[in-house]
């Protein structure tokens, strides 16, 4: 990984160097977590839950809430671990999906904190006047006094982007102050409503009716709290800054969530066992105070010193939370301009203070912008369905680039469970950001708005612009077959020596398939990780030589186009090359020989799991006349396939195919005659080419293996067992083709439904 | 005898709504400890498996599996 990034300065002649520096601490990167979290979700958050959900609704929400927040975390956290970067969901969007996913992920994300930060600024100023009006030190009303809070939100905004703009030190420690100080309120506010709960049990029918609503209001609640959680987004942002980031930023986004909940849990709990003697039910009485409903009950809880308490946590909550989200918003902008998918200023970084001073301008141009003139809480609706998008998006992110990329990356935190918690968390989130339809429609017209506008500045802006990253897959020469008209062969060639029995092979699957198939022909050119990709060339010569060679025995008949490539891994560029071509075959050569840990080899191996398409390896095959080929049998999903390799490799005139089955000794056998008598018809060829053998034996693989010195060629089916299993307890097929001394080709057939969910995963 | 009737019924309607609002406040305290719990839990494991990782070194994901499913891992 790359240790920092780079900036051009203009104002001297020689090019400086400079980086961030790298001091955040696990305490300083959790409190920047907790903080941004707490922020003024749960003062406002406690009584409109309570009108909806009831008392139980609301202790309810949070904990589930926390549940599905925690799954996320979880995600963010192994790919923060493997990709520790400032960017966050930007930099795994890159990585999974590409430029232009990525582009409108971090356009999401700048947008989405920049605006959540002129919430919690506003959210300062509301507080902060309106004490100060109560002790008399202010006294302004209507007209003015809105002034006077637009007044002390710009100046809180401005104080905060000035502390960013000091340092990641300076940010960090100012933001640990701040959230240890309210977090040391609401766990105070806790324990007073848990002591008094003791005190006095009959507060405790309070909870009573305890879903007064029913159950499916819950649903709404936890979508209009959920991103209370989403704190987990600024630690991502720390990636360049933190101290051994690998192991701190896993830990500090589990942490956070855990400290966050059971802070929620508390100071919910305090607030309903707060109330007393109100004529009323508590949930009617602190539902009806709506955003102040946690103030009231715990000045109720807290009669002499509550409501001090209580502003000065909304203080502290909302300024370590305005801290946070300007952190996390500049290091999005400063991502984007990093790599010139935004212009190129936004990564520059001050020399001294090592600061994204650029970025940070812009970002507090609109936090303050939005402080200043915008309905900041329609609009802080649609940040907040940004924030689901964009965990919607990191979801999956994880999933795709661990099955893409999971040898490639250098991981410091697997999630447990995988793949359940980003599943779920994906079809909860999708369930929560609908029913924020129903909280805020304006959040609809201005989300899709700024995602729109973000798809025009891709488009016409940074699409031509973006800096290539070492991950990804370069077309070096290219000369395509313009369009996808009949079926599709796609013939990876590793090297000259394996050009033409490839290409031979590849020739009677076109005599079979038709005069219209094409052929795509492809070379990677693997790029060892400490060659820079630009040097790329040098390693082409002999992926040229061997397209040349297969284009001699090819091109003259049948349509033909080829491609070079270049990567640092060969199997994923194979995978996305057959996805992207739209291949029905995949042919490919193997050694026969592989590497430790590996079932055929770092290149075979994945690409059998993965490939969208049929694919056909060979080992072996030379120019050989295939008279005798042998099948092994054993019913499972490529065996149809198998079957029609066989009869397309077996010479027409005198060939002869036999289907092979081994069975243990007291069990059935397979009727193979049955199979064969239904798929000779489909496959169109004679019944009359295939015969079938039977043999009893407890050593399956030994029978087989015996049977094998008598043929010409051996053709069997993959097995469908995922990698890693295949890895640890070897299936048979796999072995099968390491210890076979003949000519062999391992076919494994596409599954339409898995084909179309690797083609999106 | 019809006073009787409604009186018994009533009484039966108000002991099932008892009886349905006791059972929300049980699976509610339920699944809130279940999703405390499910939080602990998570966090806890996760961290285990942060440390065994870094105990030895941070690798593929291969190697990382290979060593949990060897057991001397998480």
Excluded at chain 1, 358 to 376: N, Q
Aim: aromatic share 10%; charged share 15%.
């Amino acid at each position: 990984m790359a240790t920092g990034p780079e900036k051009e300065s203009k104002t001297e002649h020689h090019k400086i160097s400079t980086e961030f520096s790298r001091n955040l601490t696990l305490l300083q990167i959790t409190m920047m977590g907790v903080g941004m979290m707490i922020g003024a979700g749960v003062f406002l958050g406690v009584g409109n839950a309570m009108k909806v959900a009831g008392p139980g609704g609301v202790i309810l929400t949070f904990a589930l809430n926390a549940v599905i927040a925690l799954f996320t975390a979880m995600s963010y956290a192994e790919l923060s671990s493997a990709i520790p970067k400032a960017g966050g969901a930007y930099n795994f969007a890159r990585i999974a999906f590409g430029r232009g996913t990525s582009f409108i992920a971090g356009w999401m994300e700048w947008f989405a904190s920049s605006v959540a930060g002129s919430l919690y600024a506003v959210t300062f100023a509301l507080y902060t006047v309106h004490y100060l009006t109560q002790l008399g030190i202010i006294q302004a009303s209507g007209f003015q006094l809105i002034l006077v809070e637009k007044g002390a939100a710009i100046l809180i905004a401005g104080f905060f982007i000035y502390i960013n703009y000091r340092g990641a030190s300076e940010t960090g420690t100012m933001g640990t102050i701040f959230t240890l100080g309210q977090t040391v309120s609401l766990a105070f506010i806790a324990l007073v409503g848990i002591a008094t709960a003791i005190a006095d049990p009959a507060r405790l029918a309070n909870f009573q009716p305890f879903l007064p609503n029913g159950w499916d209001k819950l649903l709404i609640t936890m979508g209009f709290t959920y991103v209370a959680f989403e704190g987990f987004e600024v630690i991502a942002q720390a990636g360049d800054e933190a101290i051994e980031p690998r192991r701190n930023l896993p830990k500090a986004m589990i942490y956070s969530i855990l400290i966050v909940v059971f802070t929620y849990v508390g100071v919910a709990f305090a607030a309903i066992v707060g109330v007393k003697d109100i004529g009323q039910p508590a949930w009617i009485w602190i539902g009806s105070y709506g955003g102040k409903g946690f103030g009231e009950a715990i000045s109720q809880l807290m009669p002499s010193y509550g409501s001090i308490l209580v502003t000065i946590t909304v203080i502290f909550a909302s300024t370590s939370a305005l801290n946070a989200t300007i952190y996390s918003a500049t290091r999005a902008s400063y991502a984007l301009g990093r790599d010139r998918m935004l212009p190129g200023a936004f990564s520059w970084l001050h020399p001294k203070r090592r600061t994204p001073y650029m970025a940070l301008l812009f970002t507090g141009g609109i936090v303050i912008s939005v402080a200043s003139f915008l309905p900041t809480i329609d609009v802080a609706s649609s940040a907040s369905m940004m924030f689901l998008f964009l965990f919607f998006l990191v979801n999956f992110c994880v999933i795709r680039v661990r099955r893409q990329m999971g040898d490639e990356m250098t991981y410091g935190f697997v999630m447990p469970l995988f793949p359940i918690p980003p599943i779920a968390a994906i079809l909860i989130q999708a369930t929560l950001a609908v029913w924020l339809i129903h909280m805020s429609p304006i959040a609809w017209v201005v989300g899709p708005t700024w995602v729109v506008s973000g798809i025009v500045i891709y488009r016409f802006y940074s699409k031509q612009r973006a800096r290539r990253t070492e991950d990804e897959i370069v077309v070096l020469k290219e000369q395509p077959i313009p369009s996808k008209d009949e079926y599709r062969i796609l013939v990876s060639l590793a090297n000259p020596a394996n050009a033409v029995p490839l290409a031979l092979n590849c020739y009677k699957f076109c005599q079979a398939k038709g005069d219209r198939t094409e052929i795509e022909v492809i070379n990677m050119v693997p790029v060892p990780s400490q060659v820079p990709l630009s040097e790329a060339s040098k390693y082409s010569h002999a992926g040229e030589e061997a397209i040349i060679e297969a284009m001699l025995y090819l091109a003259p008949r049948y349509k033909f186009g080829s491609t070079m490539r270049y990567c640092r891994n060969v199997a994923r560029g194979i995978i996305s090359a057959a996805a992207q071509h739209k291949a029905d075959l995949l042919i490919m050569g193997w050694q026969g020989y592989r590497r430790k840990g590996f079932s055929l080899g770092s290149t075979v191996d994945p690409v059998l799991e993965r490939a969208t398409c049929n694919v056909a390896v060979f080992k072996d095959c030379k120019q050989q006349k295939n008279m005798n080929v042998l099948v092994p049998f054993a019913g499972g999903p490529n065996a149809t396939f198998a079957l029609e390799t066989a009869s397309i490799m077996v010479e027409q005139d005198g060939g002869r195919i036999i289907v092979f089955h081994v069975a243990p000794p007291g069990k059935p056998t397979q009727d193979i005659d049955a199979f064969l008598d239904e798929i000779a018809p489909q496959l169109k060829v004679p019944r009359s080419l295939f015969e079938s053998k039977y043999a009893i034996s407890r050593e399956r693989l030994k029978t087989i293996l015996e049977e094998t010195k008598h043929y010409d060629l051996v053709i069997i089916g993959a097995t469908r067992d995922p990698l890693f299993r295949q890895r640890v307890m070897g299936s048979l097929p796999e072995i099968l083709a390491r210890h076979c001394k003949k000519p062999l080709v391992m076919v494994k057939a596409k599954h339409h439904i898995r084909s179309l969910i690797k083609r999106w995963m | 005898m019809l006073s009787v009737l409604s009186y018994s019924s009533q009484k039966k309607k108000r002991r099932r709504v008892r009886f349905l609002l006791d059972l929300n406040i049980i699976i509610g305290i339920i699944l809130t400890v279940m999703a405390l719990s499910t939080v602990v839990i998570l966090t806890l494991w996760s961290r285990r498996i942060i440390e065994r990782i870094h105990a030895r070194s941070p690798g593929s994901l291969r190697k990382i599996q290979k060593d949990i499913i060897n057991g001397d891992g998480a």
